[in-house]
């Protein structure tokens, strides 16, 4: 039975991990929003289009892209990846209540969720971690600029432990954009966790501060997730 996974947390909780580790095990694409806009709106194409560049300087500064534009365009992708015959796991989004919940024009994310895979499929994972952890594990992060693969906060080295690639630092985690990241995650994204729990779908909170292997297990457990 195809399955769909959102996990929140705020920004260096381990989204990411824990998405590539559910994807790599239960036959899910774990679609990573902050590394498919990033790269989205950091192209030569995104130049010639007024829209792009709007979602770019909201991006690159630490606030939320427009929601509406943010919606229509993860919807693609999640129908684009249930047609395909395979679970989706969300390491973010959405990240506000109209993205989550849509309004009178415009479906929201969950809203195409339960279309594609139906309601008793869907699990939302909240990753605890206090916002001191948060910040020191951003400060640390790296990513390799081949495969994109994250270092783990404690891993020494300039170079990525899987393909050997050059580390290099995103632009999301500069130090103001991070605090600003944090902001926006509280104020705008937090608020989506009650209305989860008002409409009943599957929900689990996890504390994020044990090494992944351990988190992971916790929510393979939590929500009962089968090979």
Known sequence: MKKAVVIYGPPGAGKGTQAELLARN????????????????HTPEAKKSKILEREKSLFDTGKL???????????????????AGYGIVFSGPPRTLFEAVGGKRQ?????????VY????????????????????NE????????GL????????????????????????????????????????KPIIAEVKRRKYKYVCIGA???????????????????
């Open 26 to 41: 239960f036959f899910m694409i774990h679609f990573e929003s902050g590394r498919y806009l990033e790269n989205l709106l």
């Open 65 to 83: 892209c427009t929601p509406s534009w943010v919606l229509g365009t993860f919807s693609r992708v999640v129908r684009a990846v249930g047609s």
């Open 107 to 115: 479906k929201g994310l969950f809203d195409v969720l339960e279309e």
């Open 118 to 137: 139906g309601k008793k499929n869907i699990s939302v994972v909240e990753l605890e971690v206090g916002m001191k952890v948060s910040g020191k594990r």
């Open 140 to 147: 640390a992060r790296y990513v390799c600029s081949v495969c």
């Open 150 to 189: 994250p270092r783990l906060s404690w891993a020494k080295g300039a170079r990525c432990g899987f393909c050997d690639g050059a580390l290099k630092k995103r632009v999301l985690d500069d130090p103001e954009v991070v605090k600003k990241r944090m902001e926006e995650y509280v104020e705008r994204t």
């Open 209 to 227: 501060t044990k090494r992944p292997e351990k988190v992971f297990q916790d929510i393979v457990r939590r929500v009962q997730l089968k090979k």
